[in-house]
C-alpha cells in the first residue's frame, strides 16, 4: 500500500521541491521536469521505500504496544481505546525513525 501511494506523492512531491528551491509556480515547475522525461521519475525509489516502511511501521507496531500495554498494566490499560493513543504515538515515533533516512535521500 505504501509503494502504491509513492506513484501519486512522488512526482508530487518533485514539483513541490522543486518550487522551493527554483521559486515559480507549479505550473512552470511542472514544464520543466517534463522537458526530460527521466526527471518525472527522480525520487521514486527512496519515496517508495519511505512510504512502505512507513505503512510497515504504523500498521504493525502500534497493535503491538497496544497488547503489551493492556497486558502489562492492566490497571492503567483496562480497554483498549485507553491503549490506543500511546500505541499510536509510540508507532507513528517508530515509524518516523526508520523513514526519515529514506526521505533525505529522497529529497
Same mark, same amino acid.
Given at each position: 500500500?505504501?509503494? !502504491? &501511494?509513492?506513484?501519486? #506523492? &512522488? $512526482?508530487?512531491?518533485?514539483?513541490?521541491?522543486?518550487?522551493?528551491?527554483?521559486?515559480? &509556480? +507549479?505550473?512552470?515547475?511542472?514544464? /520543466?521536469?517534463?522537458? /526530460?522525461? +527521466? /526527471?518525472? #521519475?527522480? #525520487?521514486? !525509489? #527512496? +519515496?517508495?521505500?519511505?512510504? +512502505?516502511?512507513?505503512? %510497515?511501521?504504523?500498521?504493525?507496531? $502500534?497493535?503491538?504496544?497496544?497488547?503489551?500495554?493492556?497486558? &502489562?498494566?492492566?490497571?492503567?490499560?483496562?480497554? /483498549?481505546?485507553?491503549?490506543?493513543?500511546?500505541?499510536?504515538?509510540?508507532?507513528?515515533?517508530?515509524? %518516523?525513525?526508520?523513514?526519515?533516512?529514506?526521505?533525505?535521500?529522497?529529497?
Amino acid at each position: 500500500a505504501g509503494t !502504491v &501511494s509513492a506513484l501519486v #506523492g &512522488s $512526482p508530487l512531491e518533485l514539483i513541490m521541491i522543486q518550487q522551493q528551491r527554483k521559486g515559480g &509556480s +507549479a505550473p512552470t515547475r511542472i514544464a /520543466n521536469i517534463i522537458e /526530460n522525461p +527521466a /526527471n518525472v #521519475g527522480r #525520487g521514486f !525509489v #527512496g +519515496a517508495a521505500i519511505r512510504e +512502505a516502511l512507513w505503512t %510497515c511501521g504504523y500498521l504493525s507496531i $502500534p497493535p503491538v504496544v497496544r497488547r503489551t500495554l493492556m497486558e &502489562s498494566y492492566p490497571e492503567t490499560f483496562d480497554t /483498549n481505546d485507553k491503549a490506543r493513543i500511546p500505541a499510536a504515538l509510540l508507532g507513528g515515533l517508530f515509524a %518516523c525513525y526508520l523513514t526519515h533516512p529514506f526521505d533525505t535521500i529522497k529529497t
